[in-house]
């Protein structure tokens, strides 16, 4: 069973991230009033926004599904607090460091810091290797955590038995939790994209100190950066489907899922897929390999089957005609897979050549991702958060205010995320920080967006103050209960 | 194709929202012996026959339509050199000298004949996006430096089309933009 110490870096965790959290919607907001003339901020200010808010909200929703498979996964093995100590302190560092090097500095090449950005200096000199070095710094502190978890796990569980090969089989003898094959499939994958990671910031380090005798190749480092950048964002979602595989049956009263031969060969491919789906990104850079291309886009297509067929069918099976208990918390969790489905209608919509050819880079590209983040993993991770919060609480109100929760986050988020797609579909492109005179809807589009995302951030505001309340209770609690 | 493609995306959206809320609704109804689906290995295994089956179909059919097999067989009538720098586009019939770049003011073409556009970047990445008059994005590659993206494209219309820049590339990308008139 979990300790007391692992409860309460628990709780620092949620305060920390829903926290952050807040200000970062509120960096939203901002960008979309700046969009819709409301506010007039510099362009280098708005891009500085927007630099800060991809990367903050990559980290902070990474680390709260790190944080749910953390306290969860003592339920079958012993954690190393250590090592989410560490992620801890380099999660926090890395992010003082990046909202320094963006505010201070003034840097604004982006979250996805597209080579050779970062080298053509529009900012303070030393903005771009403090950038650089926060998420090395971020890196560092989650592949610890992600290696130190992946040991902790294979000293249990064989590496076959971790990714339930044995399942393949008729009759197993051991059963594979599907916590435990969720959290190994998604933490190779993690190590993975982050040693990515390491080779790409090598890589600038490299060109950074050579004085101009060294050049990297634009097409590789691209390839390196989606290869790290899509793949974090996605696994970041796989954290919260483990946390759902452990905790929607248990909190709704049906029986605890079992691994069998196919939940095993969806998660076995799933990782396949995940790591080769990147290419997407890369359609309009027609000198990419065009096998590359059309790997992009199978892969892409084939990442949405199992995650269909095994994730979201055994969800809705879970609830169909069954006296399943509601609360908040599978609440959240159901409502979170229905806005990772539609999310995934958008992406697949998109990873189709033929289709992104007209799409890529316009605003459909964030009205699909922010899909199945604001309405798909916020709302898992926020299951946990309530769910872990009402653990060692004395109170029985647990579920006040959920209508009024629910409402608010449903019609903030569709009417903020409408008007995504809605630009999308007239071409808008994404990233300005100004529209032209060519598209009269943008600005009302993104006054509209910056009121419903404003009803959003009450939902969360209130979540914060419910949840962070219990955890500092729990933060401070001398007690074992 | 962008107003089929929204159409399409909130008819499946919509599909799927009431599929929860049916299911949702179906256990709020359900009696403490209720079991849910009798079978649902085998409504699983149809569920995902099908999915593959529709996916199948989608990519056997748009892969091949794909923009780098756009006009794969025919010969463009003119060679536009695109030369994309922070904040411009440099365009010219001309290849452009990296070490003193220089576009042509004004850039003609015909309509309804294939033109090729071969882009590249001389500092950092770019987007190099044609709008047409109604401002509708219909072609896009990347400028990208070290590398010349070739896009292949016959304008219907005559009229003037805009360029815009659809990759972030710096404080001024919102404004970095050029224009084609096609006659």
Known sequence: METIKLRKITSLWIITVLFLFIVNIVLGIIMRLNQGEILHEQ???????????????????????????????????????????????????????????????????????????????????????????????????WLTWSVSMMTQILKKYPLTKALAWQHFRKNPTIQTPPFILISMITLIGIITCLLGAVLLLAMYAAEYFSNGAFVNDALLMKNLTYFFGHTIANEMLYLGLAVIYELFPEVGGRPKWKATWYVALAWNCTLVFILTAFFHHLYMDFVQPVGFQIVGQIAS??????????????????????????????????????????????????????????????????????????????????AFFHWFSIQFSEKTDFEKLTKLKLTLLLIGGIGFLL???????????????????????????????????????????????QISKRCLNILFSSSSH | MQNSILILFLVLAGMSALVFTFVYLSSKKAGKDEQGIPNPLKTRFWFLLILFVIL?????????????????????????????????????????????????????????????????????????????????????????????????????????????????CGMAHQVMRASLTIK
């Open chain 1, 43 to 141: 362009p280098a200010t708005f891009y500085a926004h927007m630099t800060t808010h991809g990367l903050t909200q990559i980290g902070i929703w990474f680390v709260a599904g790190m944080t749910g498979i953390n306290y969860l996964m003592e339920r079958y093995l012993k954690t190393s607090y250590l090592a989410n100590v560490v992620a801890m302190v380099l999660t926090v560092t890395g992010i003082l460091m990046l909202w320094t090097s963006t505010y201070i500095g003034n840097f604004h090449a982006g979250w996805t810091f597209l080579y050779p950005l970062p080298l053509k200096i529009m900012w303070a000199k030393w903005a771009t290797p403090l950038f650089l070095g926060s998420i090395l710094v971020m890196g560092v502190g």
């Open chain 2, 56 to 168: 199948g179909i989608f990519a056997s059919v748009t892969i091949p339509r794909s923009p780098y097999f756009l006009f794969a067989d025919e010969t463009p009538v003119r060679v536009i050199h695109v030369s994309a720098m922070q904040f411009a586009f440099l365009m010219s019939d001309k290849a452009i000298d990296p070490k003193n770049p220089v576009g042509e003011a004004s850039i003609e073409l015909p309509a309804n004949k294939l033109v090729e556009f071969r882009v590249t970047s001389l500092d950092v990445n770019h987007g190099f996006a044609i709008y047409d008059q109604s401002n509708r994005l219909i072609a896009q590659t990347q400028a990208m430096p070290g590398y010349v993206n070739r896009l292949r494209w016959k304008f219907k219309e005559p009229g003037n089309y805009t360029i815009l820049c659809l990759e972030y």
């Open chain 1, 419 to 465: 008007a995504f797609y809605i630009g999308g579909a007239e071409s808008m492109p994404r990233r300005y920080s100004n529209y032209p005179a060519e598209f009269p809807m943008a600005a009302p589009l993104a006054i509209g967006a910056a009121v419903f995302a404003t009803i959003y951030l009450a939902a969360i505001l209130i979540f914060f103050f």
């Open chain 1, 301 to 382: 297509y084939m990442a949405s089957l199992p995650a269909a067929g095994v994730t979201v069918f055994s969800v809705l099976v879970a609830v169909y005609r069954t006296s399943i208990k509601w609360s908040l918390t599978n609440l959240l969790f159901f409502i979170g897979v229905a806005g990772w489905v539609i999310g995934g209608l958008g992406a697949v919509i998109d990873v189709t050549i033929t289709n992104n050819f007209v799409l890529h880079n316009t605003l459909w590209v964030p009205a699909h991702f922010h899909t199945y983040n604001a309405l798909g993993n916020v709302l898992f991770s926020l």
